[in-house]
């Protein structure tokens, strides 16, 4: 699968689980839209690090391992599906503007 087809189905199931967050009438409502998923992405990236202090914590205070990786992971997907939220909304064409910025980091960064 590509990440076309991820964007797609991820459109397609928001869009039916929510769809009067995507009634988009107006500017207004087009900003209440980003100011939401950013403020959620914010939350989820918030949950991530507290999991991987967490993690930190236990090594460092030599305290039981906890196994926090099932929760990092649910947290990192959680993270992605509020990214292609915002790239449905913005329209971004992920796979173009990925090679558009790999290109511009290869030219950064290996030089």
Do not use: C, H
Request: aromatic content about 14%.
């Amino acid at each position: 699968m590509d990440i076309k087809e991820i964007v797609k189905i991820q459109e397609d199931f928001t869009k039916k689980a929510f769809p009067k967050f995507w009634e988009i009438k107006n500017e207004e409502d087009f900003y209440n839209r980003l100011l939401f998923l950013s403020v959620a992405l914010s939350g989820e990236v918030g949950e991530f690090n507290n999991i991987v202090k967490k993690i930190y914590r236990s090594k460092f205070f030599k305290e039981e391992n906890l196994d926090l990786k099932e929760k990092l992971n649910e947290e990192f997907i959680d993270i992605f599906i509020y990214l292609l939220n915002i790239a449905i909304l913005l329209e971004i064409d992920i796979e173009k503007e990925f090679l558009r910025k790999l290109e511009i980091n290869k030219n950064r960064f290996l030089k």
